[in-house]
Structure formats: structure tokens, C-alpha cells
């Protein structure tokens, strides 16, 4: 699978010939934070095989994302629109999405394109669309829930516990800056914006979305998932959960790639049913 760099946190996989009517002719996926390319493409991989005309856009998260201002945030997220915008999601072509949420990261990136949308007014195609939230949202970060997503890729322990240091010093200075600035926490935004009826232009209450999660995941407590959920039937949000046991944060799928699969498929035959 060659991907084509559009960004350092952009890719597209411009699959050929158009899609059948029961396929997404784009699945845009929203990787975790600091997620690798090889890790992610696996995702990639499988999605080319159940909808192999699909155009695949990827979002990477980089860790550098939750201190940087608002406006370089939305400027590094414009490429996706204009993506989306020549996939035809943006005119009455027919085009349909599955959007592929990983974790608090590619959350907070899917909030800023729900953010950048809603700024610029954009109209937006009737599509087939259905969202899948896997291994999120989380809760309000405290420092130790911080530290424990920051360093999870991190095998040495020595390496690991020096990193502490830097990052706390970090995690204080954007608390005292959401402070005086009255920017509210990055989860905490994401939890309210994910349950909005008109996340993207193309979502609505019928919209199916898809949780994705586990008992066992240190990282998002199942809690916290479940929380959300219910807040999402509150307002009468179109919501499907999967809870697996014993898998980790963001690995439900290598932990039962059959199961993982079947659940995706099974949302998007729902997609038909909800249009």
C-alpha cells in the first residue's frame, strides 16, 4: 500500500475506479497520538480490502498538538478539507464517509475539523456516513492519566520516569495557560463536541456511531466510555457499543481481528438504514 504524503500529518491512499453503491467512497481515519505509520497502516490495510475503491485519508495526532495555539492547529487541518472537498463531499454527488476515531488524539483532531467546518459555513452533501469512536473519549486530564498517555509507546523504564520530569512541567504550563485563557480541556471540548447532532455536515441524530472499547484499557477507562454513550442516548444520539475484555488501549482489533471487522461492517450496513 504506497501512501502519498500530503502533509507531515496528512496522507490519502488514492484507491482506484469509483465505488459500489454499498461501499464509503472515503474512509477518513484519525490516528492516535503519535500512532506510527507501519501501526496505523495496518488499519489501512484491511480497509482496502472490505472497500477496495474507498479513498483512505489519514489524520495523524502528533503529542505536539495539545500545546500548540488554536490557529496552527486549524491551518494544519485545512488540507483535509480540501481533500474531502475533491472527494465531492462537499457537492450533491452521492459520495458517502466512514470517519475512524483512535483515542483522545485523533478525537481532539476530529473536534478541530468539526470546529474549522462549522467557522467557514460549509454546505456539505446528503452522504452515507457512520462513525466509529474506538478507545474513546477519556475524562479530564489529570497529571497521572497524562503521564501514563504520553509515555505509553515508551518501553524503557529509565527512559520512561526521566520523561516525567519535562512533561509535568509541560502539563502545569498548559493548565495555568487554559486558565488565564479560559480554554477549556482538550477531553473535556471533545466529549461535548462528539455528541453534537451536527458533528460534521454530514452527521445527524441518525447518524450510527460506533463504540469501540474495553475493560481492560488503562489509558480511556471503560467508565468514562460509558459515560459518553449515555450522554449520547440523553439526546437521542444513534449509538451501537462493542466492549471487549482484555484487550488494550486502541488494540481491540489485534486482540480479535475478526470480531473488530464484523463490527465495522455491521456499522456501515446500518448506514443504508439511517439515510
Not at 453503491?21 to 484519525?30: A, G
Not at 488554536?70 to 480540501?82: G, L, Q
Amino acid at each position: 500500500m504506497e501512501l502519498v504524503k500530503v502533509t507531515p500529518n496528512v496522507y490519502l491512499y488514492p484507491a482506484e475506479g469509483d465505488s459500489p453503491p454499498q461501499s464509503p467512497s472515503v474512509v477518513l481515519i484519525f490516528g492516535w497520538m503519535d500512532a506510527q505509520i507501519p501501526h496505523l497502516r495496518k488499519f489501512m490495510e484491511q480497509y482496502s480490502v472490505l472497500f477496495p475503491n474507498a479513498r483512505q485519508i489519514l489524520v495523524r495526532c502528533q503529542a505536539n498538538v495539545f500545546w500548540t495555539r488554536e490557529a496552527v492547529k486549524m491551518k494544519d487541518m485545512e488540507p483535509v478539507v480540501a481533500l474531502l472537498r475533491k472527494e465531492g463531499l462537499f457537492e450533491q454527488s452521492g459520495a458517502s464517509i466512514l470517519i475512524h476515531v483512535f483515542s483522545n488524539g485523533g478525537a481532539h483532531r476530529l473536534t478541530l475539523l468539526s470546529k474549522l467546518l462549522a467557522r467557514e459555513q460549509q454546505m456539505a452533501s446528503k452522504a452515507a456516513v457512520g462513525v466509529i469512536y474506538d478507545s474513546l473519549p477519556g475524562t479530564k486530564e489529570s497529571l497521572s492519566s497524562s503521564l501514563t498517555a504520553f509515555t505509553a509507546g515508551i518501553r524503557s523504564p529509565f527512559v520512561k520516569y526521566a520523561m516525567y520530569i519535562p512533561l509535568t512541567l509541560i502539563w502545569v504550563l498548559v493548565r495555568i495557560t487554559q486558565i488565564v485563557t479560559r480554554t477549556p480541556d482538550t477531553i473535556e471540548e471533545s466529549r461535548v463536541v462528539l455528541n453534537s447532532r451536527s458533528l460534521l455536515p454530514w452527521i445527524t441524530s441518525s447518524t450510527p456511531r460506533l463504540y469501540i472499547y474495553s475493560s481492560s484499557d488503562k489509558i480511556t477507562p471503560y467508565a468514562a466510555v460509558e459515560a459518553h454513550v449515555n450522554e449520547a442516548k440523553l439526546v437521542g444520539l444513534n449509538v451501537i457499543t462493542d466492549k471487549f475484555e482484555g484487550s488494550s488501549h486502541v488494540g481491540h482489533m489485534r486482540k480479535d481481528p475478526g470480531r473488530y471487522w464484523e463490527a465495522v461492517k455491521h456499522l456501515w450496513d446500518k448506514t443504508a438504514t439511517y439515510q
